[in-house]
């Protein structure tokens, strides 16, 4: 079992996220060192199983794999990048912006029976799916009784 930080906030944020949901992600409102405010974003994820692997798939259109980083390390499988604005012609003027742009981490607590040199990801049209298979489960050894 792995502990994991109490954000008392936390539960408040995840239900307007389910009452008011955005296509692409979620966001939040963080406050900056000198006062301003900045839009911190994440992608959305589904989570799935099966008998032999779980599944997580984040959507991340437009990102190069180059700008996705995926580790695991006790117990905590994080995904991470940056997703990157296009500029293309300096004359082009935005009458309005939707998506999410900067830096984003989502990291998710896995359980203890998996094999973990054996995650494997994969992008296709703008989906990461990672693939994390599932250790043998182990069955008790039966004692006899002398």
Same mark, same amino acid.
């Given at each position: 079992?792995?502990?994991?930080?109490?954000? +008392? &906030? *936390?539960?408040? !944020?995840?239900? &307007?996220?389910?009452?008011?949901?955005?296509?692409?992600?979620?966001?939040?409102?963080?406050?900056?060192?000198?006062?301003?405010? $900045?839009? !911190?974003?994440? +992608?959305?994820?589904?989570?799935? @199983?099966?008998?032999?692997?779980?599944?997580?798939?984040?959507?991340? +259109?437009?990102?190069?794999? !180059?700008?996705?980083?995926?580790?695991? =390390?006790?117990?905590?499988? $994080? #995904?991470?990048? !940056?997703?990157?604005? /296009?500029?293309?012609?300096?004359?082009?003027?935005?009458?309005?912006?939707?998506?999410?742009?900067?830096?984003?981490?989502?990291? &998710?607590?896995?359980?203890?029976?998996?094999? *973990?040199?054996?995650?494997?990801?994969? =992008?296709?049209?703008?989906?990461?799916?990672? /693939?994390?298979?599932? =250790?043998?489960?182990?069955? +008790?050894? @039966? #004692?006899? #009784?002398?």
């Amino acid at each position: 079992m792995s502990l994991v930080r109490w954000d +008392p &906030f *936390a539960d408040v !944020e995840n239900l &307007f996220n389910r009452m008011m949901p955005r296509l692409g992600g979620s966001s939040r409102l963080a406050l900056e060192g000198d006062g301003g405010v $900045t839009v !911190e974003w994440s +992608p959305s994820a589904d989570i799935s @199983e099966t008998d032999k692997e779980y599944m997580v798939r984040a959507d991340l +259109p437009g990102m190069k794999k !180059e700008d996705v980083k995926v580790t695991f =390390a006790d117990g905590v499988l $994080t #995904i991470q990048g !940056e997703r990157k604005q /296009h500029k293309e012609e300096s004359t082009e003027k935005y009458h309005r912006v939707e998506n999410y742009y900067g830096s984003f981490s989502r990291s &998710f607590s896995l359980p203890d029976n998996i094999k *973990a040199d054996a995650i494997r990801c994969e =992008a296709k049209d703008g989906v990461l799916s990672v /693939h994390i298979p599932k =250790a043998e489960q182990k069955k +008790p050894k @039966e #004692i006899s #009784i002398q």
